[in-house]
């Protein structure tokens, strides 16, 4: 029903509204330390961001009409300003990675560790997404952290925040 997926859709964009943060808490601390530190790492630090996001909701335009002209068909069940549909509107997941393999699974929800293996193209990624939820899980005090994470080398989306 459609109040049902305007909550779920709802729930949805929050839940993305809230890894947004939890990532950009833990770049927030990765940069802390890199600035503290003597010297900067021997490697680059990867940089990700989630997919920007919204709700739109669609309504009626349409008169309440029980007659209905030669021109008009009687519009009895649909009043002016109706709620008729709601979308999750997402920027496009798109990347210029070899083999145009622009969407990837780097961690299942069920597991903490890579989904890729060693050889594939993002496995480098998957290792530093498994560390940003080590981060959030201890400056968390192991209240939340990111999982699920896929998308692309740039843009993730779809997660889900273990509690």
Not at 28 to 41: G, R, S, V
Not at 78 to 92: D, N, T, W
Request: with cysteine; net charge negative.
């Amino acid at each position: 029903a459609l109040p049902d997926e305007h909550e779920k859709l709802l729930n949805e964009c929050n839940l993305l509204y809230w890894a947004k943060s939890l990532l950009d808490f833990t770049y927030e601390y990765i940069d802390h330390c890199i600035n503290a530190a003597p010297t900067l790492p021997s490697f680059p630090i990867p940089r990700v961001r989630f997919v920007e996001a919204g709700i739109a909701l669609a309504f009626s335009r349409h008169s309440s009409n029980t007659q209905g002209t030669s021109e008009q068909a009687p519009m009895a069940d649909i009043k002016a300003g109706m709620f008729l549909a709601v979308y999750l509107l997402e920027e496009r997941v798109t990347s210029g990675t070899p083999n145009d393999q622009t969407f990837m699974k780097f961690i299942h929800n069920k597991d903490y560790g890579p989904s890729l293996d060693e050889d594939e193209y993002g496995y480098d990624l998957a290792v530093f997404l498994s560390f940003t939820q080590h981060i959030q899980y201890e400056k968390t005090e192991g209240l939340a952290f990111i999982s699920d994470y896929q998308g692309s080398t740039e843009l993730l989306t779809d997660p889900q925040i273990l509690t």
